[in-house]
């Protein structure tokens, strides 16, 4: 039991490096060619002038 749990333990911090790395290469994509790039696009990400803009709501005045 403990071989299995010292070998999941491993596969754990190797998929955790791994995310990091993926992490990085996303992040430095975005430094390199800027967040609204076609190469942010290719990686997954959303290009930033395609996001939502946020749509302000009117308050209505409370009845008093």
């Not at 754990?12 to 990085?24: T, Y």
């Not at 967040?35 to 990686?43: G, H, I, R, T």
Request: glycine share 6%; proline share 3%; charged share 30%.
């Amino acid at each position: 039991q403990n071989t299995l749990a010292a070998t999941r333990d491993a596969l754990l911090v190797a998929q955790r490096e791994f995310h990091e790395i993926i992490l990085g290469v996303k992040n430095e994509a975005k430094v390199i060619y800027g967040p609204d790039s076609d190469q942010v696009a290719a990686l997954g990400l959303k290009k930033k002038s395609e996001r939502a803009k946020p749509k302000r709501t009117m308050k209505t005045a409370a009845v008093g």
